[in-house]
């Protein structure tokens, strides 16, 4: 196991009617005025904006409101956020919504402390300071309430940067499945893709010795298994939705991921198809994962194996371990398209065409030198090749 | 699932040397002037003291000692460590050693800033104020590390009582796994019997519908399984030493018990032999835990199986649950007699004619009404069945 350093201190509020805590802990956390932050108009028609300004107006705070964020946040609403922030003297941002809202209200609370363009801090420079962010969750998926990550879609070329900090981790986030009942079956089934493809990036790894965290991964990824087929059959299953938002926070808070390598290649290689397509990532990592999986497996077959028995029943073979895997990766295929994602890059709107432009963007784009790391090292070819298998 | 909040917001530095990391975080985290609070000559003769002293004062952090600390901590060192630390104007109580140190150290941290017998707040009073709490831990054992408990035993009358408060919580913690290589096997054991107890008290729930925290306590519990008899082996085995440390963290922060009742009778029963026979808390729960089981596990036969079947690997059999329970029980009492656990309360230094004293001071000691509520309800005569089991 690696030397790590973990620090979680988001406070959860979880259960039914927990938004009206939202003016609470926004005292409770420092903010006095509120930019709250978020999507279309779901949020607005649900009626959660009204309860949660009802919230924040009890506890006497302030709140200005900018609304319109889209999936795959861009960097021009977050510019117009910091603009907001800086006029109205804003001392907290709230994002209502799922990863979008929050990974937007993330970069305009550094951004709006920051005395430059808060490209900048997608680009490499390290954030210093930030406001302080919380979150009202409405769609499990991103993990991005309970992480200090945000990644932002930069209009000028469409392109995708993430960046990390401990500054921008939320100081509370608000998790009321009741919140998630009302998703589309397509969005809460990205999101099961997502939430079980971040358990998977921390545990293609190539650390030894990290029984405690692969058990916990696999345990996670049964849940997910064992939940989501609930949600798809039944939206109004608040107990499903409870398990599977709770296990879309561990995956991603990384209690389950310290002190081993990690992979996240599916997801740079998602990225760029989310991107250029405008696709869900979820969508989009349900068509990247198995098409990686079934191109590195080589690379450690053992822990492959582990994964398919451990995690999808497939009874073990010393004889043939590749049968074994891919026996795992037809099931965890057929799940997602149980599930309802999709399978090839058509259904998500790409090209086959494309290709050559995905992968050159994927290797060189963002000051990259040709090769993307991480489980394994691969080129520009390896990276084709993946795409290829998507067809 | 039941509503809950959670806030776990201790940094942890974990890893080879991280103590050398004392004084930064005591820095970090606001202190100037350190109480560094311990046990017996162990830290002292291994050189830990003093390596944490050198990292305090590289900090220009001042620093006075107070030793001493026995297991199942007493109030009288807690009275002294708060006349202590009123005198010096310390503002920082640092614990060096495993639960025992960090729960006297809490008891000091909150003592020291009330008007009145500390000991009124492990008597219901609700703490309100506490100085911050940091540690180096040198047993995976009690998750005190990561939690916001601290159990005191009463001198006058030698009995035990616990206070949690978040107030309390550790600031940070150090886990080293390289500092529990010297502990003798009988103390590793007795840690590993306490974390794998403190996750089975999380399991044994009457909330329905708890698929991802069941999920997780079974993978940890699994990893529990196979690391711990790797360190009894081999003491010097880091990485098994590093999957328990973590493991023992991640049983007692409550990621994996929020949303659901939660049972601790095996606790409290367990509080009673170590209180009179001053026994180890992690050997007189391999004593309590199984009898426990064997007696209470008809309540819901369906949830003891999940954990025979999952846990232990026994083979369902739906004809009869008992026999399934009842060789996961043999099990894991198979599990403690191979890590060197005693069996009986014979081995803990018990006696069978203390059972009325012990199951009357269960049920009615620290203001109870007869009765021990969690999983089930027990009455006094069904505490004394308890514990003729353990004869």
């Known amino acids: 196991m690696d030397n790590f350093s973990f620090y979680s201190p988001t406070y959860f509020a979880f259960g039914k009617e927990a938004e009206k805590r939202a003016g609470e802990l926004v005292r409770r956390f420092g ?56 006029k109205e003297g804003i001392d907290f941002i709230l994002a209502a919504g799922g990863g979008s809202s929050i990974d937007s209200a993330k970069a305009i609370a550094a951004g709006a402390l920051y005395d430059g363009d808060f490209w900048d801090l997608y680009s490499g420079t390290p954030i210093t300071q930030a406001l302080p ?45 009741e919140l998630t009942q009302t998703l589309p079956p397509y969005q809460t089934a990205c999101g099961i893709t997502d939430i079980m493809a971040h358990l998977l990036e921390r545990y293609l790894t190539n650390t030894k010795d990290v029984v405690t965290t692969d058990r916990m991964i696999e345990g996670l990824l049964l849940a997910m298994i064992e939940e989501s087929p609930k949600v798809i059959a039944d939206p109004d299953d608040y107990e499903a939705r409870a398990n599977i938002m709770w296990a879309g926070m561990m995956a991603h808070n990384n209690s389950c991921g310290v002190g081993r390598s990690q992979d996240w290649i599916s997801h740079d290689i998602e990225h760029e198809l989310s991107a250029l397509y405008d696709c869900a990532h979820g969508a989009g990592l349900a068509v990247t994962f198995p098409a990686y999986l079934s191109y590195v497996y080589e690379h450690d077959t053992s822990r492959l194996v582990q994964w398919a028995t451990r995690v999808w029943g497939v009874e073990d073979d010393k004889e043939d371990p590749k049968a074994v895997i891919f026996e795992g990766i037809a099931r965890y295929r057929a799940f997602l398209r149980d599930i309802g994602m999709p399978q090839t890059l ?46």
């Open 31 to 86: 903010g006095s005025k509120v930019l709250l932050h978020y999507g279309g108009s779901s949020a607005k028609k649900s009626g959660l904006i009204d309860r949660i300004k009802e919230s924040l107006a009890n506890e006497g705070i302030g709140c200005v409101e900018l609304g319109g964020v889209k999936p795959n946040p861009r960097s021009g609403l977050v510019y117009e956020g910091i603009d907001i922030v800086r």
């Open 133 to 177: 962010v919380g979150t009202v969750l409405t769609i499990a998926a991103a993990g991005s309430e309970g992480s200090g990550d945000s990644v932002i879609t930069k209009e000028e070329g469409m392109f995708k940067r993430g960046t990390g900090s401990d500054l921008i981790r939320p100081k509370f986030s608000i998790l009321n499945p």
């Open 346 to 391: 058509g259904e998500l709107g790409g090209n086959e065409q494309d290709i050559d432009k995905l992968a050159h963007t994927a290797c060189y784009g963002n000051g990259r030198d040709g090769y993307l790391r991480g489980f394994v090292e691969l080129n520009e070819d390896d990276i084709k090749q993946i795409y290829r298998l998507m067809i």
